[in-house]
């Protein structure tokens, strides 16, 4: 099994450009997320959807809009880039948020922004 | 509010010794406590996961963790330490209908001398 799958793995952008990272997962899990990884700031959460159809706003939403496209696919959006968002960012997914099921994350999109 | 605090950045031991990292939490109410690995270039992956039916927590790869409620820590250990076991770890909270929204520590990379 992929489990869950990220694309791309690298981009660089420059200051004011837009992408969309993708993720798909293939466990059939209902809630998704998108963290973000800074050195020494451990992981924060940005966006997480507990279910297709819902979207909501983590720790660190600013500068990012999502799209629970499906029950599979969850992208992440930077509309404006900055420098502030170079960063390693991962998805993840798991079985649904009413038990605590752990949670299993892609392999991150390492993103620089120039 | 929930917090986790990992005590040093970065751990050393040799290869054989034993290895404790070090993970203390704040929460208002009975948490759910996490340890993920995280290997160069990969996603997080579950070692272990405390959620209430008992205070000390096997993990793979030999690895455990006592949940001690009176000192409010989750501390990591492993008996002997092995070349492959170098890493960085981290340490996560949530509480129960939270579900993904996992609160992070700040990570300890693990190295293991020969």
């Known amino acids: 099994n992929a489990g869950v799958t990220q694309t791309p793995k690298f981009q660089v952008l420059k200051t004011g450009q837009s992408m969309t990272l993708q993720c798909a997962q293939d466990m059939n899990h209902n809630s998704m997320y998108w963290y973000r990884q800074d050195p020494g700031m451990g992981l924060r959460l940005i966006y997480y959807?507990?279910?297709?159809?819902?979207?909501d706003k983590g720790e660190v939403p600013n500068g990012y809009n999502v799209s629970r496209l499906n029950k599979r696919e969850f992208s992440l959006r930077l509309e404006s880039a900055a420098p502030s968002q170079t960063s390693v960012y991962f998805c993840?997914?798991?079985?649904?948020?009413?038990?605590?099921?752990?949670?299993?994350f892609g392999n991150g999109t390492r993103l620089t922004v120039t | 509010a929930q917090s986790v605090t990992q005590l040093g950045s970065h751990v050393s031991v040799s290869e054989g010794a034993l290895v404790l990292l070090r993970c203390n939490y704040s929460?208002?109410?009975?948490?759910?406590l996490f340890w993920y690995v995280q290997y160069p270039n990969q996603g997080l992956q579950l070692l272990l996961k405390y959620t209430s039916a008992a205070t000390l927590v096997k993990g793979i790869n030999g690895f455990e963790a006592e949940f001690k409620k009176s000192e409010t820590s989750f501390h990591l250990t492993k008996p002997s330490a092995h070349m492959s076991d170098a890493a960085e770890y981290f340490c996560?909270?949530?509480?129960?209908?939270?579900?993904?929204?996992?609160?992070f520590g700040q990570g300890t990379e693990l190295s293991v001398k020969p």
């Open positions: 959807s507990a279910s297709e159809g819902t979207t």
């Open positions: 996560a909270v949530s509480r129960y209908n939270q579900g993904g929204k996992l609160i």
């Open positions: 929460s208002s109410v009975p948490p759910y």
């Open positions: 993840a997914s798991s079985q649904g948020t009413g038990e605590v099921s752990p949670l299993h």
